[in-house]
């Protein structure tokens, strides 16, 4: 279905009207929300112990023209990149520093049961459509052509904050996240999430049981109304070879986004009965466009952020992103309903979710003798913690050289990733906290935690936390 | 000074009277404490979620011969082993399943500053005296001789359980910890902790700045009577070679136990200004005497436990180690006040602490179809979450042959211990929980999260950790 997507329509015009005037509601219907009139917005500014001094912030507040505007981006056909990041997408919105938006996301696992989380949801059905004629988004994935499946993500964006240059520092409030309900009335008040135990995942090759190698998804459900803090195991399903719109079979998980054919697979409700599995919603996949190459697989993540896939990056949480392009290009993706340190089957609960963000541009001029001075990582704030995300390559797309998108996936390695993350700690402690390093080392070792972020997304992760009340007697 | 521990002693017969004396006297104590006095013991034993089902226990309770009693075991020289485990050692205490002890614990750091953690302290002094004639403790390590500094940890115990055997599991319930308050009355009230930034730290070849590489010990100091729930720093110095009692120089933190001669290091105060370590009091090094060796270097933990390096191994804590010797041969040691997941630099804050335990044997003919049947590791239960601990070698003295005790510290990897820990993880839930593979592989992605215990013992260690509550629905 043509969603003002698809110049080839024959109401196009028409169509295209629609999604404009549907977005200009949904805007509306976020001007008269609760958050927006309780005046929300202004009191979280000012919450909490912050990276940011008072003097920044007021420097950075100063700078932006006028009141903060509410801004609304749907996830649709039009406002999705599929699979990568790049700095020369034109932005599908445009912000002032201090604005805020509602930026829906959707799963790449939704086609793994379509009538839970694609139909009747007009943006899912544009961005999965897939004829043999017509495709929503044509190109997923880094690769050329048809992307190749090199990236997997649906990313909303870019988002271009005026006046964002290289060398600042965009920080992203998360002001709150909720669950994106099925739209098939047979599932009214539920929201689906799929969980892909996969070819990349850390388990594959050591299966102790059945066929082996094999790819399992498992269905699971959660309340959308926020009444239940936990989602359930509807059902799971082996893998079966997949044939694409276009006739070509794929017989592992090889390209995001195939059409399962649920009459050729064999599901076994009642899988994982009784348990219970903490809801944690957060983005796997949130960052800024590197400058390093036109086109960069969504998969590792890199010193702009992208796909962390750390579940702290969630409601209440701020992340502070080194700029390298101009406009900064800020996109959103990879939802998790939930997701455990290490990911360790390759996928989360992948699940669409919606999320309100709050943008902050920081000038490089406004930034000498703060903590976020020459920021090159992408740093987490939570409400108790700073937690220092640590790559194999910190930034591999300049370390790697020219063929850097395929070789990190060859160098895979959570020692270097704790190494990474130790130093980033200690230049945290010395630079911003002022310690020596003989004070910094010691403090790692006695109230730090290094955890195991993800080792499925090529460029694996370790996280070092810290938190704040270790600071708190020096206020 | 000889505190009934030294033959030579002229006054030995004396000084082993006043020994004896004094430890009726402790135990005397503690039957008067609060806790033994509130029926406490009895009333934990049925509290909480437990990998325990109420047959075995009652099963292991009938085989208990009378009531539990109560022990203690303090610290001294004559208590302790020093750098090893043997299952060839001659146990210090025999005590019946369901029984109660109290175990003194000293660190092997007292003598980074003896002022405020040996001097005055009759059990300290008698393990850390060493003059040109006279060692409290001869050998330190598990090498030959004076055993090299092959092994570093002043263990209490063993503690033996009558009736253990191979096959057997043995539950260690942490009931209580305590700081050792210092026993110099310049310091009363307070208690202190050493945290050495040594050669065998993560960060030791990776330094920034000054002189590299380098060892720094930091001291740190905090509330004995348990008003603050922090630790903060007193000092800190470089360390600068210490030649030993026998005219031994040792440029670097060679061999544990070195007294540190401050009239020849350069002590800076005021370090670490205003932060707070929040405390996480623990047993670095506790466990049963493997099977696969005579004497075993304490450093590298095992499928019988010993150095895990987990600061969840406090109060409340529930430890279950497979029995692999007779009499199962518990020891206690590595008392640490605070430490981060990685223990980066090499040391906690190493701090002599007091626990109190109670000690239960299942035997092997009771486990089948409980949890525990087959248990061939170290596992750790906290009120809400069940703990795995994953090594780059899980039973190394088995799979790295004659030389292991060398060879298993050039073989250290995060990456190989995430394997495990993953294992593990997906044993616990097929075998104890009843899951498929598949159910058990998504669950792990999805709600079980993995940390980093240590970088730092030869045999590093990842942990992976599941929720309780997960499984609250099954009940």
Not at 62 to 69: D, F, M, Q
Not at 89 to 99: F, I, K, M, Q, T
Not at 256 to 270: A, I, M, S, W, Y
Request: charged share 20%; glycine share 12%.
């Amino acid at each position: 279905m043509c969603q003002g997507d698809d110049p080839n329509c024959r109401d196009f015009e028409t169509h295209r009207l629609d999604f404009r005037t549907g977005l200009a509601k949904e805007r509306r219907a976020f001007l008269k929300s609760g958050f927006a009139a309780s005046g929300g917005a202004a009191a979280l500014a000012t919450a909490g112990i912050s990276l940011v001094p008072p003097a920044l912030a007021q420097a950075s507040a100063a700078r932006a023209a006028g009141g903060p505007r509410l801004h609304s981006l749907p996830a649709n056909a039009e406002t999705v990149h599929w699979g990568y990041f790049s700095k020369s997408l034109a932005p599908r919105l445009e912000v002032n520093s201090g604005d805020y938006v509602t930026i829906e996301t959707l799963t790449h696992h939704a086609n793994d049961d379509a009538e839970r989380m694609v139909q009747g949801d007009p943006g899912a059905e544009s961005v999965f459509l897939w004829t043999k004629d017509k495709k929503g988004v044509m190109r997923r994935g880094a690769g050329p052509g048809d992307g190749g499946g090199l990236g997997v993500h649906i990313c909303t964006g870019p988002v271009a904050v005026r006046g964002a240059e290289p060398g600042d520092v965009l920080e992203v409030r998360i002001l709150d996240v909720a669950p994106r309900p099925s739209a098939n009335p047979a599932f009214k008040g539920l929201a689906f999430g799929s969980n892909a135990a996969a070819n990349w995942g850390f388990h594959y090759k050591d299966l102790l049981t059945g066929d082996k190698p094999r790819e399992v998804v498992t269905i699971y459900e959660l309340d959308a109304t926020g009444s239940r803090n936990w989602a359930s195991a509807v059902y799971n399903f082996r893998w079966v070879p997949v044939t694409d719109p276009t006739g070509k079979v794929h017989p592992t998980i090889d390209y995001p986004g195939l059409p399962v054919d649920h009459g050729r697979t064999e599901r076994r409700f009642g899988v994982l009965k009784n348990i219970r599995v903490p809801i944690r919603p957060h983005f796997g996949t949130m960052g800024l466009a590197p400058k390093e190459a036109e086109v960069v697989n969504s998969i590792p993540p890199s010193y702009t952020g992208g796909n962390i896939d750390n579940w702290r990056i969630g409601k209440g949480a701020t992340m502070y992103y080194p700029v390298a392009v101009p406009g900064a290009l800020l996109s959103v993706g990879d939802p998790h309903a939930s997701q455990g340190d290490s990911e360790l089957c390759g996928t989360a609960i992948e699940c669409s979710l919606t999320g309100t963000f709050q943008v902050v541009l920081h000038k490089k001029a406004d930034l000498g003798g703060t903590p976020l001075d020459g920021l090159d990582f992408p740093m987490i704030e939570t409400a108790e913690d700073w937690v220092m995300s640590g790559f194999s390559y910190p930034n591999y797309l300049a370390e790697l050289g020219p063929d850097a998108q395929n070789a990190i996936f060859a160098k895979s390695s959570i020692d270097l990733a704790m190494r990474d993350a130790f130093r980033k700690m200690r230049g945290f402690l010395m630079g911003e906290k002022g310690l020596t390093e003989d004070e910094a080392i010691s403090l790692m070792s006695v109230a730090v935690d290094f955890g195991i972020t993800q080792v499925v997304d090529g460029n694996w992760g370790v996280h070092a936390i810290i938190k704040k009340n270790v600071f708190a007697g020096q206020a």
